[in-house]
Nanobody, 124 residues
């Protein structure tokens, strides 16, 4: 069955970096756009980034643009999120999700599968 497993989260100081991974199984990611979505405590989900099937086109939320980079390794069936210059407001549970449909070309996107999430905590 389809599974998405995130890893790489942790506790980091403000200004630090983390690299999240999302390992997919049960399907090949080269047929799908893939997104990262985060949810901070007490807040709703926030779209972070999306990468196209070939990895040539990426989109980012304004809140992370210039600091985060999403990439994919189709041979490893894995998607990544490199997060630099982290801020306390980046603290959240980070999910990867398979894009089912882009509404009007996206964002927003509709998702059909989600991972369990990996916690990122940025201390000030």
């Amino acid at each position: 069955q389809v599974q998405l497993v995130e890893s790489g989260g942790g506790l980091v100081q403000s200004g630090g970096s983390l690299r999240l991974s999302c390992a997919a199984s049960g399907f090949t990611i080269n047929s799908y756009y893939m997104s990262w979505v985060r949810q901070a405590p007490g807040k709703g989900p926030e779209w972070v980034s999306t990468i196209d099937t070939g990895g040539h086109s990426t989109r980012y939320a304004d809140s992370v643009k210039g600091r985060f980079t999403t990439s994919r390794d189709n041979a490893k069936n894995t998607v990544y999120l490199q997060m630099n210059s982290l801020k306390p407001e980046d603290t959240a549970l980070y999910y990867c999700a398979r894009v089912e449909r882009a509404i009007g070309g996206g964002p927003p996107y509709e998702y059909d599968y989600w991972g369990q999430g990996t916690q990122v905590t940025v201390s000030s």
